[in-house]
């Protein structure tokens, strides 16, 4: 089956301790996004990749990072810089279209999500 | 600033009833997608527009883009609790940012619930 994976779907955190958040898809997509979602705010962007070896900050980048060295992994990572990580992270995946400084329809899937606590 | 503005904020329908939810941007769009959400789960996607005038169906969801461009509409033909969940519209974020290819911005959502 085709799709997008993401663990844990719970995860805990202590204050101060960097987590790994982990998606992975098998849907040959060039581009990963992952989204944060909070109560009441809808879902913003944290990074983007449309290409291996490449990524791009979103809306709200600070307090967190990415790699991608594979096609099918996107790992996001939450640091203790971030100071409200508590939210449900969504990570997607598109096929991507190669055409860059142009605006452009490129449909999103997602994947299940993994909902962050911090204690 | 919210590019994307989606009404209702939440929306309580009798079973059988038919709903409107609807979703409008600042700027003209050159995509809008639609999107379903049970809690706590991913995004399923439903629905992309792109020109205007475009209407598209999916079993008993209807999904309209204006001639402008810049509204959305999102109609539900006698709702059954399968349909409970949240609706989210998103648009190309290059759209607001400059240009690009880098993501969607979304709505704020739309809580449906489906009364017995």
């Known amino acids: 089956d085709g799709g997008i994976t993401q663990s844990p779907k719970y995860l805990f955190r202590k204050e101060g301790q960097n987590v790994t958040l982990s998606c992975e898809q098998n849907?040959?997509?060039?581009?990963m996004y992952w989204y944060r979602q909070d109560p009441g705010q809808g879902l913003r962007l944290i990074y983007y990749s449309q290409i291996v070896n490449d990524f791009q900050k979103g809306d709200i980048a600070e307090g967190y990072s990415v790699s991608r060295e594979k096609k099918e992994s996107f790992p996001l990572t939450v640091t203790s810089a971030q100071k409200n990580p508590t939210a449900f992270y969504l990570c997607a995946s598109s096929r991507g279209t190669g055409v860059f400084g142009a605006v452009i329809t490129d449909t999103q899937y997602f994947g299940p999500g993994t909902r962050l606590t911090v204690l | 600033s919210q590019e994307l503005e989606q009404s209702p904020q939440s929306l309580i329908v009798q079973e059988g009833k038919n709903l409107t939810i609807n979703c409008t941007s600042s700027k003209t769009l050159y995509g809008l997608y639609w999107y379903k959400q049970k809690y706590g789960e991913g995004l399923i996607f439903l629905m992309m527009?792109?020109?205007?005038?475009e209407e598209k169906s999916h079993e008993k969801i209807t999904a309209k883009l204006d001639e402008k461009k810049q509204q959305s509409s999102l109609h539900i033909t006698a709702s059954q609790p399968s349909h409970a969940g949240i609706y989210l519209c998103?648009?190309?974020?290059?759209?607001?940012?400059?240009?690009?290819?880098?993501?969607?911005?979304f709505g704020k959502g739309t809580h449906l619930i489906i009364q017995p």
């Open positions: 527009l792109q020109k205007g005038g």
């Open positions: 998103g648009a190309d974020r290059g759209l607001y940012s400059g240009g690009g290819a880098d993501g969607l911005t």
């Open positions: 849907l040959n997509h060039d581009a």
